[in-house]
Structure formats: structure tokens, C-alpha cells
């Protein structure tokens, strides 16, 4: 499975972004998605993730994010979505997508495949 992250800008604080996660590779609705993201300095985070279908494509976020960030997938088109709203300038970081089988989990190291990250900054 490949992974394109895309998506990310420049927004000012209180704006939204959609990150797009696109998948190339069979079977991607077999896959679980999470979102990570990385500000300079930090540690790799978990953001949200998605389960597989069969899984029943259940979601989970950080509490950082819950109430502001939705994801989503549409396993016709092998992509997953992250729409961010009332984006805070904490949330400015370099977010990645990141495929493993089945159900999601909040551990990176739990990933097979990761895609190139998209840089989000949020302005004051």
C-alpha cells in the first residue's frame, strides 16, 4: 500500500483544512487509517484513526482534537479524510497518514505504511 498525504496550508486560526489521505494498492478497505502529526521539537502524535470496514470503520481522536476534527473514509476512492475546523496555532505541525490491517491504534510503531507527510501551519 502507498499513501499521499495532501492537503495542508497556511490558514489563520479559527479556519478549516481537509487533509486527504490516498491509497494505492488493493484491499485499502481492509485497512485501518490513522493521522499523526509532528510539530518541530516533538514527538510524533497521534491525531485520529479509522478502522477497517469489517472492523466496522469505528473512529477515535485525541482529546486535543475531539469536537473539532472529523475523519472519514470512502473506500471508493481509497482515501481517507481529515477535516480540521477552529484550527488552533497548536495545531501546526507536519501531519502524516498511516495504514496497518484491521483496527486502528494509537501506537505509530503499529504501522506498516506510512505517506509523506503535508505541512498545516495555523496563524494568530
Known amino acids: 500500500v502507498q499513501l499521499q498525504a495532501s492537503g495542508g496550508g497556511l490558514v489563520q486560526a479559527g479556519g478549516s483544512l481537509r487533509l486527504s489521505c490516498a491509497a494505492s494498492g488493493r484491499a485499502f478497505s481492509a485497512y485501518a487509517v490513522g493521522w499523526f502529526r509532528q510539530a518541530p521539537g516533538k514527538e510524533r502524535e497521534f491525531v485520529s484513526g479509522?478502522?477497517?470496514?469489517?472492523?466496522?470503520?469505528?473512529?477515535y481522536y485525541a482529546d486535543s482534537v475531539k469536537g473539532r476534527f472529523t475523519i472519514s473514509r470512502d473506500n471508493t476512492e481509497s482515501t481517507v479524510y481529515l477535516h480540521m475546523n477552529n484550527l488552533e496555532p497548536e495545531d501546526t505541525a507536519v501531519y502524516y497518514c498511516?495504514?496497518?490491517?484491521?483496527?486502528?491504534?494509537?501506537?505509530?510503531?503499529?504501522?506498516?505504511?506510512w505517506g509523506q507527510g503535508t505541512q498545516v501551519t495555523v496563524s494568530s
Open positions: 498511516a495504514a496497518r490491517p484491521g483496527v486502528y491504534s494509537t501506537h505509530s510503531p503499529l504501522y506498516n505504511y
Open positions: 479509522i478502522s477497517n470496514i469489517r472492523s466496522g470503520g469505528s473512529t
